[in-house]
C-alpha cells in the first residue's frame, strides 16, 4: 500500500453535499484507513469564503489522513495531478428555466473542467460527476478531454441503487446485506429503471419474493425513481448525506472491487451493450477492480424491461442531442 497521499479533488466543494462529502474523504472512507490524502477544493469566486470555513473545520478534525487542502476557482490549478475528481458542482435548475437552459449552463462548467482534466489531471485520473443532470454532464466533460479515456468517466447512479436496494428491503423484510445484483440502468432521472428482474433477495430472483408485478410497476419503480423529488418536497432541499453517501461508496467500489458474484451500478460509457447507442453515459450493472470496471454481459431483458430502458435512453439521446446542439460536444 502507497503512503504517497492520493489527490482527491471535489468541485462545489462549499456546497450541501461535499458538506458531508469531504469530512468522510478525509477519514479514509474511499481509499480505507492507511492512504493519506489530499483534497483539492474547486468553488466558483464567491464561494470561497464560505470554503476557508468549510477547511476551518477539517483541520479543527485533525484527521490523521488528511496529508494537505488546497483550495481555489481556477480548475487548471485545482486539478493539477489529481487521480480523482469528484465533480459535484453544478447548476441546478431554476423557476421557469428548461432542460435546454440548464444543459448550457451546466456546459458552461463541465467543458472548462473537462478540458481542465485532460491538460493538468495525473494520467490515472478517474472522474465521477455527481452534479446534475449528471450522466449528460459526464458527457460534457468526457467529451472535452480527448487524452482521458472514455471510461475514466462515470456518473453517480449509486444513489438509485441504494434506493432500490433500501425499497426493496423494506417490502420482503431481508436486511440490505440480503439483496444483491441490483441494477439501476439508463439516466439519474425520473426514467431511470430499478431492475426487480436480475436483482436477488436472498438468493431468490427479487421479482419472485415479491411476487406483485403491479407493485412492482406502480409503487417501487416510480418510489425510487422519484425519491429525489421526495426528498427535496420533504426537506426543502435535495438530497445531500445519501448523495455524498453513495459517491463516497461508488468511488471506493471502483478501486477496491465489488463482491464476487455482485455487482453495482454506475453509469458509464455504453459500449454498444444492450443496444444503449454507444459512448452514451448511462447505468449499467458493473463488476469493478483497481479502479476498472467491466459492464455485466448475457443478462436475459424482457418485454417489460426493455422499455423502460429504452425510455430512459431516449431521454440520454435527446440530452446528448441538446449539447451536440449547443456544439458543447
Ligand atoms: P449546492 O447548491 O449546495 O452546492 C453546489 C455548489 O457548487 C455551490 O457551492 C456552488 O457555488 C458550486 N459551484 C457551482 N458552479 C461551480 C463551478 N463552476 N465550479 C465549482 N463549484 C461550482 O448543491 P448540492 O446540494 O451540494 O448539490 C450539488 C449537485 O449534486 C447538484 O447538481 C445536485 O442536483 C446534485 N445531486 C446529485 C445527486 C445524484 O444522485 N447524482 C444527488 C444529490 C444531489
Ligand atoms: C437526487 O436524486 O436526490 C438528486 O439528484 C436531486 C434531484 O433533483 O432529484
Known amino acids: ?15 450541501n453535499v461535499s458538506y458531508s462529502l469531504l469530512f468522510r474523504i478525509a477519514s479514509g472512507a474511499i481509499f480505507g484507513p492507511d492512504r493519506p490524502v489530499e483534497l483539492r477544493l474547486l468553488e466558483v469566486t464567491p464561494a470561497l ?10 483541520d479543527d478534525s485533525a484527521f490523521p489522513l488528511l496529508a494537505g487542502v488546497e483550495t481555489g476557482d481556477d480548475p487548471n490549478k485545482v486539478f493539477d495531478g489529481v487521480n480523482l475528481a469528484l465533480l459535484v458542482g453544478a447548476k441546478p435548475r431554476g423557476p421557469g428555466m428548461e432542460r435546454g437552459d440548464m444543459l448550457k449552463d451546466n456546459g458552461g462548467i463541465f467543458a472548462p473542467q473537462g478540458k481542465a482534466l485532460n491538460d493538468v489531471a495525473a494520467d490515472d485520473v478517474r472522474v465521477v460527476v455527481t452534479g446534475n443532470p449528471a450522466n449528460t ?9 480527448p487524452d482521458i479515456p472514455n471510461e475514466r468517466f462515470s456518473a453517480l447512479t449509486r444513489l438509485d441503487h441504494n434506493r432500490a436496494i433500501a425499497q ?3 417490502k ?6 440480503e439483496i444483491s445484483n441490483m441494477t439501476i440502468w439508463g439516466n439519474h432521472s425520473a426514467t431511470q429503471y430499478p431492475d426487480l428482474f436480475h436483482a436477488k433477495v436472498k438468493g431468490q430472483v427479487a421479482a419472485e419474493a415479491v411476487g406483485d408485478q403491479a407493485w412492482i410497476e406502480d409503487t417501487y419503480i416510480p418510489t425510487v425513481a422519484k425519491r429525489g423529488a421526495a426528498i427535496i418536497d420533504a426537506r426543502g432541499a435535495s438530497s ?8 463516497i461508496d461508488h468511488a471506493r467500489d471502483w478501486f477496491a472491487g465489488t463482491a464476487q458474484g455482485d455487482w453495482t451500478s454506475m ?16 447505468s449499467f450493472p458493473v463488476t469493478t477492480k483497481d479502479g476498472d470496471y467491466e459492464i455485466v454481459q448475457g443478462l436475459e431483458i424482457d418485454d417489460f424491461s426493455r ?3 429504452d425510455a430512459s435512453v431516449q431521454e440520454l439521446t435527446e440530452e446528448r442531442d441538446t449539447v451536440r446542439g449547443l456544439g458543447l460536444i
Not at 453509469?267 to 448511462?282: H, M, N, T
Open 172 to 177: 420482503t423484510g431481508a436486511s440490505v446485506t
Open 1 to 15: 500500500m502507497s503512503t504517497t497521499p492520493v489527490k482527491v479533488a471535489v468541485t462545489g466543494a462549499a456546497g
Open 168 to 170: 426493496l428491503a423494506a
Open 307 to 309: 422499455g423502460k430502458i
Open 49 to 58: 469564503k464560505a470554503l476557508e470555513g468549510v477547511v476551518m473545520e477539517l
Open 267 to 282: 453509469a458509464v460509457p455504453s459500449d454498444g451493450s444492450y443496444g444503449v447507442a454507444e459512448g452514451l453515459i448511462s
Open 240 to 247: 445531500a448525506a445519501s448523495a455524498a453517501a453513495a459517491t
Open 137 to 145: 454532464n459526464a458527457l460534457i466533460a468526457m467529451n472535452n478531454a
